[in-house]
T-cell receptor, first 112, second 112 residues
Framework: SQTIHQWPATLVQPVGSPLSLECTVE??????LYWYRQAAGRGLQLLFY??????ISSEVPQNLSASRPQDRQFILSSKKLLLSDSGFYLC???????????FGPGTRLTVL | AQTVTQSQPEMSVQEAETVTLSCTYD???????LFWYKQPPSRQMILVIR??????QNATENRFSVNFQKAAKSFSLKISDSQLGDTAMYFC?????????FGKGTRLSVIA
């Protein structure tokens, strides 16, 4: 069966520090991968999605970036965090874009 | 652009009763998928039910069922015999050939 992992589960970082959140999927090949952000009490905002290694589409211009160095690995990064980057970050995967997405457990990021 | 609207920010229901959550969407496409996701306090996003637009029969999954009205672009979720564990945020989502589009969510509280 397929599983999706995210780490860390919780992160507290100072403003201006770098960020690296990792997401990996097991049990499937060539998945579509997604990064979402959810502010407190609000809906999901799609940040990036990838249909293959090295292929990244950005939905919202900001100081975050994403990379896909391996087929089942998706990384969300920032060189300098802002206060507004605080939120709950969710990684998701799907077999093909038309199908449902399955979500990881999420990372709670607090920028102080 | 596709949009998804959930007009009920919050709802409550007595345990064992039935509740219906509303969702409308806007698209010019004919083939698409619709989903309901549940996000409990743990914040894990869990797929509740899916509906293919080409299927006239409403999807059911145990106590969860949908009322899919394609002409009206409506996709409501009915939860029967509500349980305390159903307390969560519920998100309606749409997908065609673009990544998932989510509504802003409905916070459901099941009261003992």
């Amino acid at each position: 069966s397929q599983t999706i992992h995210q780490w860390p589960a919780t992160l507290v970082q100072p403003v201006g520090s770098p960020l690296s959140l990792e997401c990996t999927v097991e049990g499937t090949s060539n998945p579509n991968l997604y990064w979402y952000r959810q502010a407190a009490g609000r809906g999901l905002q799609l940040l990036f999605y990838s249909v293959g290694i090295g292929q990244i589409s950005s939905e919202v211009p900001q100081n975050l970036s994403a990379s896909r160095p391996q087929d089942r690995q998706f990384i969300l990064s920032s060189k300098k965090l802002l206060l507004s980057d605080s939120g709950f970050y969710l990684c998701a995967w799907s077999v093909v874009q038309i199908n449902e997405q399955f979500f990881g457990p999420g990372t709670r990021l607090t920028v102080l | 652009a596709q949009t998804v609207t959930q007009s009920q920010p919050e709802m409550s229901v007595q345990e064992a009763e039935t509740v219906t959550l509303s969702c409308t969407y806007d698209t010019s496409e004919n083939n698409y998928y619709l989903f309901w996701y549940k996000q409990p306090p743990s914040r894990q996003m869990i797929l509740v039910i899916r509906q293919e637009a080409y299927k006239q029969q409403n999807a059911t999954e145990n106590r969860f069922s949908v009322n899919f009205q394609k002409a009206a672009k409506s996709f409501s979720l009915k939860i029967s015999d509500s349980q305390l564990g159903d307390t969560a945020m519920y998100f309606c989502a749409f997908i065609n050939n673009t990544p998932l589009v989510f509504g802003k969510g409905t916070r459901l509280s099941v009261i003992a």
